[in-house]
Every structure is written in C-alpha cells, then in structure tokens.
C-alpha cells in the first residue's frame, strides 16, 4: 500500500462548481498535513495546511480526520484559474514529506 | 524573506556523462533540505535529505548521491547517467516539519 494515496482524476467541473478532493495516508504517526498545488511543468506551491480543527482560506476548506487517516480539499465557485494538479503531502518520521501523486483538476468555461 | 535557488533550469546531457545539480537557500540557516525527483505525469518521488552539513539520508538506491558541504547548499550529483535519470529535479527546503518551500526545478533529459 502506498504511504499517500490520491484519485488521479481528472475531474473536469464547470465554473463556479463545487469539487471535492480527498487522500488517504497508511502511517497513523504522521504529524503534519498540507495541499500543494502544481502547475504544468511548475514547482509545486503550497495551498494550505492542514489542521486538526479544519481550516478555511477563501474558497478553499481542509479537513483531517486522523481516526480514518484521511483529509480532504474542498473548493467552492471554481475558477478557470483553479486548474492544476492538487497534491497532497503528509509527512512521515520527522523529516521527510511523501506525496500522493496528485489529483488533476480542470475547470471548464 | 527566504528564497530557494536551483538550477539549471533545463538540462539535456548524454548518457554515461556526469551530473552536477546544485541548490541554495538564502534567508534562513540550518534548513532542512530535500532533492525530489518527478517523472513525467507521475508524482515526486524523495530522493535525498539532509538535516545538516554533512548529513545526507537517502531514499532510494540508484545511480545518484547528494552533498551538503554548506549549511544552505545541497548538490546532487552522478558520475555516469542512465536514461532513467531523465525526469524534474526539485531541491525544496523546510524548518522542522512545518511546510516545505520549492525551487524552480531542473528539468533533465538523457539522451
């Protein structure tokens, strides 16, 4: 079983949808929780953390639910502009951060 | 503000010839620092980390090593290249386990 597990996708949503994304993690000893976003041929870049309490930036909701090792991103009124892949990232020991491999995401006119 | 510096930003290199990546970090002292490797249309893959000067873990067993010889410079580095070694090379950076930051990434190819 793979340590980050994500829906490759792609989900193809029109604008101004609702989507919902979410991955699963083997080690229940990870620590820290985060979703980055990918860009074709780009860097991934961070979205936003992932808190125990849930967390809310604008459009976008996180959630964790360590007893099912799963979180979650949810993004409402998407965006042409909110096309990319959406990476999930758990960190594993103290140091290292596994990815899944990614959720594509694409928003349609 | 800390910024991470990685290049070069594409490379196209002959197999059995040497690599030589190099990363740096400005703004902050003692990182942790990460080489990644992404191939294409698949999801990053750890290669290399390293918690301090001279402290190197790694991954996966292949044809590549890694270097710290700075606080905030990380190199990866082969002797001879394979064409498997082809993919995009991302050195990011991280204090503790709070979120990792980035470069821009190398794309390799072997040809």
């Known amino acids: 079983r793979k340590e980050v597990e994500q829906d490759p996708g792609p989900f193809n949503v029109p604008e101004g949808a609702t989507v919902a994304f979410n991955c699963t993690y083997s080690?229940?000893?990870?620590?820290?929780f985060f979703w980055y976003r990918q860009d074709c041929r780009k860097e991934p870049k961070l979205l936003m953390s992932?808190?125990?309490s849930g967390n809310e930036d604008g459009r976008f909701t996180a959630q964790l639910n360590r007893a099912s090792q799963y979180i979650s991103l949810l993004i409402r009124d998407s965006k042409l502009s909110d096309s990319a892949t959406y990476l999930c990232v758990v960190t594993s020991g103290t140091y290292k951060y596994i990815f899944g491999t990614g959720t594509r995401l694409k928003v349609l006119a | 503000s800390q910024t991470i510096h990685q290049w070069p930003a594409t490379l196209v290199q002959p197999v059995g010839s040497p690599l030589s990546l190099e990363c740096t970090v400005e703004g902050t002292s003692n990182p942790n620092l990460y080489w990644y490797r992404q191939a294409a249309g698949r999801g990053l893959q750890l290669l290399f980390y390293?918690?301090?000067?001279?402290?190197i873990s790694s991954e996966v067993p292949q044809n590549l090593s890694a270097s710290r010889p700075q606080d905030r410079q990380f190199i990866l580095s082969s002797k001879k290249l394979l064409l498997s070694d082809s993919g995009f090379y991302l050195c990011a950076w991280a204090r503790g386990v709070t979120e990792a930051f980035f470069g821009q990434g190398t794309r390799l190819t072997v040809v």
């Open positions: 390293s918690v301090g000067i001279g402290q």
């Open positions: 080690n229940s000893a990870s620590q820290s």
């Open positions: 992932v808190y125990s």
